[in-house]
């Protein structure tokens, strides 16, 4: 495993994070192969990890502090995730930050995951929506300043809203957060163009969270792909989501290197970007753990392939279904 400075935080993180929404209530989640793979991660040299309480009320929290009980000796990154207290994801435009994060509320949830955790600090807590209409709003950052000066917590981030890479830039420049998490991949390259270097200008840690495009870039999609009822993933692969989405990934087959996997050169062209501090990819079975740590070997892509992959951006708009 190969390792980062996280932004002005000064932490050494993974380059190969984890993403634990998966494993917090989605369809055939098991808690004994999740913990598995959980384990096999920190013996590979994982040290980051990302969970948020909306993922499964908690649930994957308190996986999470399983693991860290597991291993007390360890320096194991905490990120969770304060849910929008109205409980719409995205948040729309408009949106009143007093009815998605009150300063009180900012306070209760941090308390809630910390119990959650077991623990009596959090390394990142993040906000799991964002509008930067709420920047210059003194309420949120008297609240995340208070929290920090307890100790609760030791830096603040947030989750920018899928395909919104600019919508947190008046946000960063408050100087109040010290993390973003991004979708980035070779589809969505737009967080290039903003995002990033304004991340580099202030020292902001970057998280790269959906590698994979919510599967499409894994290369196992087809038309004909369905998921079990109650699936998240039924809502995001509307038809004309799937067909786009799989004909997206064909397009890419001609430019897989020979014994490399289409997931696997999803996730080298996000580590050939210096600016991303650590991927997030989900993960509940202890093969994949093993086949994406197994990516961080310091072996770059060449610069002619990950050229050509840029030629593959794919810039889109929220939508009813993007969620």
């Known amino acids: 495993m190969e390792y980062r400075t996280f932004g002005r935080t000064g932490w050494p993180v993974s380059e190969m994070g984890y993403g634990m929404w998966g494993m917090g209530g989605w369809t055939e989640s098991d808690d004994s192969e999740s913990m598995d793979s959980l384990y096999q991660s920190v013996e590979l040299g994982c040290n980051f990890f990302d969970t948020a309480y909306a993922y499964g009320e908690g649930h994957s929290e308190k996986l999470l502090a399983q693991l860290l009980r597991a291993y007390p000796d360890r320096k194991l990154y905490t990120a969770t995730k304060i849910p929008p207290k109205n409980r719409v994801w995205p948040s729309r435009r408009g ?65 920018v809203n899928r395909w919104e890479p600019d919508n947190c830039l008046e946000t960063l420049k408050t100087g109040h957060i010290d993390a973003v998490q ?57 038809p004309e989501n799937l067909r786009a989405s799989v004909d997206r990934a064909e397009a890419l087959r001609p430019l897989i290197p020979a014994g490399m996997t289409m997931a696997e050169l999803a996730l080298r062209f996000i580590l050939a970007n210096p600016d991303v501090g650590t991927i997030i990819p989900g993960m509940r079975k202890r093969r994949h753990v093993e086949q994406n740590i197994a990516t961080s070997d310091g072996q770059a892509l060449p610069a002619e392939l990950v050229a050509a992959l840029r030629a593959h951006r794919w810039d889109r708009q929220p939508t009813k279904w993007s969620q």
């Open 95 to 159: 949106s009143d930050l007093m009815d998605v994060f009150p300063p009180d509320y900012i306070r209760e949830m941090t308390e809630k995951s910390l119990a959650n955790l077991g623990a009596d600090s959090i390394d990142l807590m993040q906000f799991h929506v964002w509008e930067d209409d709420w920047a210059r709003d003194e309420r949120w950052q008297k609240a995340v300043d208070q929290i920090k000066a307890e100790g609760l917590v030791k830096s603040f981030g947030v989750s």
């Open 182 to 238: 991004v979708i980035y991949n070779i589809f969505d390259q737009a967080p290039e163009d903003n995002l990033f270097p304004l991340c580099r200008e202030l020292g902001v840690g970057v998280i790269a969270r959906v590698p994979f495009d919510e599967g499409t870039l894994t290369g196992t999609l087809s038309y004909d792909s369905g998921w079990p009822d109650g699936d998240w993933r039924n809502t995001y692969f509307v």
